[in-house]
Nanobody, 124 residues
């Protein structure tokens, strides 16, 4: 599967952005999806994950209550709605796909495919 992330940009603190990740596969419904981010000089970290059905989601503590992930299996797309953005949310955001029909992992090595990343910059 190939993944294409989009929707990043430059915003101010408190603003919102919605990231999208489109998958090129006919079996998208069988993939759990994850979002990770990597800030300059830091390691990649888990942000959010959604199960193959969309019925289960979980989030990093740092974004819980502000970010929401969802998916549209008919459009082969997963979304990350980011509200109340903070400067510390500045990072390259990556989507990832796990073909295990799982709930979505917070562990990066459990994912089989990665998108190219989209940059989110939040100014104070």
């Amino acid at each position: 599967v190939q993944l294409q992330a989009s929707g990043g940009g430059l915003v101010q603190a408190g603003d919102s952005l919605r990231l999208s990740c489109a998958a090129s596969t006919h079996t998208f419904g069988g993939y759990a999806m994850g979002w990770f981010r990597q800030a300059p000089g830091k390691e990649r970290e888990f942000v959010a994950a959604i199960s193959w059905s969309g019925g289960s989601t979980h989030y990093a503590d740092s974004v819980k209550g502000r970010f929401t992930t969802s998916r549209d299996n008919a459009k082969n797309t997963v979304y990350l709605q980011m509200n109340s953005l903070k400067p510390e949310d500045t990072a390259v955001y990556y989507c990832a796909a796990d073909r295990s029909w799982g709930l979505g992992s917070s562990v990066s090595y459990e994912y089989d495919a990665w998108g190219q990343g989209t940059l989110v910059t939040v100014s104070s």
